[in-house]
């Protein structure tokens, strides 16, 4: 089985069978995570190069794992230290290592759009590992596995993520990867965080956390990225908390417990109580682990498909 594309950019427009493939795959991978020796042969004398423009800590340290568990020979990219800083250009950047012999690039910029320009510079398979607020696949891919594997399928599964949809890849790749996989997404957040429009992609839109909750299976909570508030796109920290914070006092008031997300890094008792971080509920370390399993199910099915 192999996937339609030989990049990952994105989800908006992968279909059904290639989630689930990948979803599949993770799972087999999983397996291998429990064994003492956590590793396989599949990608031997494969070079991927993890190219990281932004800061990481789960998805650098875990595509890392995932390469090394796959027996792939790995090297790491941060811009700070690089030629970058004294002006390099992407493509110049990408082409240079390249020309070191590299199959796979997986990649993580702020702009968005980087991965979709590398696959035109490089002729090495293309991982998205979060671009701009355009996409990042393979965090919706694990949120999905952690979903599946807690309710035993996505389709009509009530998911709700909570928080600025707009500047959100997170929350756009799982509405695409969702809503194709048949579950029922919903976003919640102020009107000034919520894109217009998003309707039209089959989302149902709150600005009540109180209804909300009544309402879903699951939320995924978002973080609040702290620097938009200087951009007046929500008044207060404490002002945001209080309306679309996720609290046990909120989450109590649902007929039956809520299964709690969040893709890192989490501001603890802003977005999210720390009790519920760390609550019954929470499968935020399920997903963590997931994360490598996904990882290596995404270079598996790319790096032996050439
Ligand atoms: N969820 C996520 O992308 O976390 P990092 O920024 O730490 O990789």
Known sequence: MKLQSRHLLGLEGVPEQDITLILDTAASF?????????????????????????SSTRTRISFELAERRLSADVVNFTAQGSSVSKGETLKDTARNIEAMKIDMVVVRHAASGAPHFLT??????????????????????????????KFGKLEGLRVCIVGDITHSRVARSNIYGLMTMGAKVSVCGPATLIPKNIEELGVRVYHNLE?????????????????????????????YRRFFGVTKEKVDRAPKPITIMHPGPINRDVELSADLADGPHSVILEQVTNGEAVRMAVLYLLGTSN
Do not use: W, Y
């Not at 398979?125 to 952690?146: F, K, R, S, W």
């Not at 009544?214 to 007046?232: C, F, H, M, P």
């Open 211 to 239: 209804k909300v909750v009544t309402e879903v299976d699951a939320l995924n909570v978002l973080r609040i990225q702290l620097e938009r508030q200087k951009s007046g796109l929500f008044p207060s920290l404490r002002e």
């Open 120 to 149: 035109h510079v490089v002729k090495a398979n293309v991982i998205n590992a979060g671009d701009g607020a355009h996409e990042h696949p393979t965090q919706a891919l694990l949120d999905m596995m952690t979903l599946r594997e």
């Open 30 to 54: 999983k397996e291998v995570l429990e064994r003492p020796i956590k590793k396989v042969p599949p990608l031997q004398g494969k070079t991927i190069v993890n190219l990281f423009f932004e």
